[in-house]
């Protein structure tokens, strides 16, 4: 969902999403055989309405004021679920990093480096939403290499576009990619689109529906009404390997080629996708089953983690993945009403096993949050 939000009913939206995630809560604890009681804390993303996190210029006439900085909004109203279950809640996750010149996104780069890296092994984790965006794991032996996350372009939004419009509305997705698998791939098709200035653009990037939703696929049937008239699985077929062929043109920003690609989020369930990724890549793919992790509960687990790392004072967005000035801790924090927050959450984590970055007091320079003094200088806009 996003687009131009409609303020008047912003209200009656985050009550619902607060309802909705109340009861999923509830039934998480039912299914995890948890008590709520034994909860230490949530976090929720909530739905993005709206994300421009470019600098624009305003629309009014102030010589005082020449440039409105990013946008990042999430519908979301965290308070009932603290209020409900008694426990902090960490919400607007991408606004702190858009702030200060970030992107907002991607935001899960720490827990897939915390998930999936490897001690020997160069890896990627490639997350096939409505967008697709990858997060480059070094080995451990290549601590030197940075730990770089961006957007590729269109995941599955465009794919999922074309099928409800095939259909007329009747099915929203190709199931495991059985008539992409069908087609043959239209290079005026890939052209049109792989032409866009936003595949040369350098990392840290980010993008969405504005770029790649209703829009940019009314301008591509528009393209198609002065070519020869293209089978419907070929249309399919070349947004499928425009996909594969986004991720491939992010790969010559990384250090070294991954050895392995592991893919989350639900177009890893498109099984022509995966194949026409692997093949155009020259990358063998595994899902995050072969982990033990349902590649649609990915996200869900990540911003569980990256709660946890603003509960525990730890940044989660650096400038290696979203261009943000320098590493900030992400997210607000509602307190739970009787005040309390999880001074235990570190040894919590532990024993858990959950890994988190940045010792307490140990923190690389790089990482380290300012301890005092302006943050920026009135001239240039940077940090000092």
């Given at each position: 969902?996003?687009?131009?939000?409609?303020?008047?009913?912003?209200?009656?939206?985050?009550?619902?999403?607060?309802?909705?995630?109340?009861?999923?809560?509830?039934?998480?604890?039912?299914?995890?055989?948890?008590?709520?009681?034994?909860?230490?804390?949530?976090?929720?993303?909530?739905?993005?309405?709206?994300?421009?996190?470019?600098?624009?210029?305003?629309?009014?006439?102030?010589?005082?004021?020449?440039?409105?900085?990013?946008?990042?909004?999430?519908?979301?109203?965290?308070?009932?679920?603290?209020?409900?279950?008694?426990?902090?809640?960490?919400?607007?996750?991408?606004?702190?990093?858009?702030?200060?010149?970030?992107?907002?996104?991607?935001?899960?780069?720490?827990?897939?480096?915390?998930?999936?890296?490897?001690?020997?092994?160069?890896?990627?984790?490639?997350?096939?939403?409505?967008?697709?965006?990858?997060?480059?794991?070094?080995?451990?032996?290549?601590?030197?290499?940075?730990?770089?996350?961006?957007?590729?372009?269109?995941?599955?939004?465009?794919?999922?576009?074309?099928?409800?419009?095939?259909?007329?509305?009747?099915?929203?997705?190709?199931?495991?990619?059985?008539?992409?698998?069908?087609?043959?791939?239209?290079?005026?098709?890939?052209?049109?689109?792989?032409?866009?200035?936003?595949?040369?653009?350098?990392?840290?990037k980010s993008t969405g529906r504005e770029d790649w939703g209703k829009e940019k696929f009314a301008n591509l049937l528009t393209f198609l009404k002065n070519h020869p008239s293209v089978p419907d699985n070929d249309l399919l077929a070349s947004l499928a390997e425009t996909t594969a062929a986004?991720?491939?043109?992010?790969?010559?920003?990384?250090?070294?080629?991954?050895?392995?690609?592991?893919?989350?989020?639900?177009?890893?369930?498109?099984?022509?996708?995966?194949?026409?990724?692997?093949?155009?890549?020259?990358?063998?793919?595994?899902?995050?089953?072969?982990?033990?992790?349902?590649?649609?509960?990915?996200?869900?687990?990540?911003?569980?983690?990256?709660?946890?790392?603003?509960?525990?004072?730890?940044?989660?967005?650096?400038?290696?993945?979203?261009?943000?000035?320098?590493?900030?801790?992400?997210?607000?924090?509602?307190?739970?009403?009787?005040?309390?927050?999880?001074?235990?959450?570190?040894?919590?984590?532990?024993?858990?096993?959950?890994?988190?970055?940045?010792?307490?007091?140990?923190?690389?320079?790089?990482?380290?949050?300012?301890?005092?003094?302006?943050?920026?200088?009135?001239?240039?806009?940077?940090?000092?």
């Amino acid at each position: 969902m996003t687009g131009k939000p409609t303020f008047q009913y912003w209200g009656d939206l985050e009550h619902l999403m607060s309802e909705t995630e109340t009861s999923l809560m509830s039934s998480l604890c039912s299914l995890s055989n948890i008590s709520p009681s034994d909860l230490n804390g949530a976090g929720t993303h909530g739905v993005t309405a709206y994300h421009r996190p470019s600098p624009h210029e305003p629309p009014w006439e102030n010589p005082e004021i020449t440039t409105i900085p990013g946008i990042t909004l999430q519908i979301s109203n965290p308070y009932r679920l603290s209020q409900k279950y008694g426990i902090p809640v960490v919400y607007d996750f991408r606004r702190a990093d858009v702030s200060v010149g970030g992107e907002g996104a991607p935001l899960a780069t720490l827990f897939h480096r915390a998930a999936f890296s490897d001690p020997h092994e160069n890896r990627a984790f490639l997350n096939l939403g409505g967008i697709a965006n990858l997060t480059y794991l070094p080995a451990f032996s290549n601590a030197h290499q940075a730990c770089l996350s961006f957007d590729t372009g269109p995941g599955n939004m465009l794919l999922d576009l074309a099928m409800s419009h095939i259909t007329h509305g009747e099915k929203t997705y190709d199931k495991n990619g059985q008539r992409s698998a069908s087609g043959n791939v239209q290079k005026s098709i890939q052209d049109f689109l792989l032409d866009d200035p936003w595949f040369s653009k350098p990392p840290p990037k980010s993008t969405g529906r504005e770029d790649w939703g209703k829009e940019k696929f009314a301008n591509l049937l528009t393209f198609l009404k002065n070519h020869p008239s293209v089978p419907d699985n070929d249309l399919l077929a070349s947004l499928a390997e425009t996909t594969a062929a986004g991720v491939l043109s992010g790969f010559r920003w990384l250090d070294s080629k991954p050895d392995l690609l592991i893919l989350g989020g639900g177009g890893s369930y498109n099984t022509d996708l995966r194949r026409r990724i692997s093949r155009i890549t020259g990358v063998p793919t595994n899902t995050t089953e072969r982990f033990g992790w349902p590649p649609q509960a990915i996200e869900s687990m990540a911003f569980a983690y990256l709660a946890a790392l603003t509960l525990s004072g730890r940044p989660a967005s650096l400038p290696s993945t979203t261009g943000c000035s320098y590493a900030v801790i992400g997210g607000s924090i509602v307190p739970p009403q009787n005040g309390s927050l999880p001074a235990r959450l570190r040894e919590i984590c532990l024993a858990a096993g959950i890994h988190l970055p940045f010792p307490d007091r140990a923190t690389p320079p790089e990482f380290r949050l300012p301890e005092s003094g302006p943050l920026f200088s009135e001239e240039t806009g940077k940090r000092q």
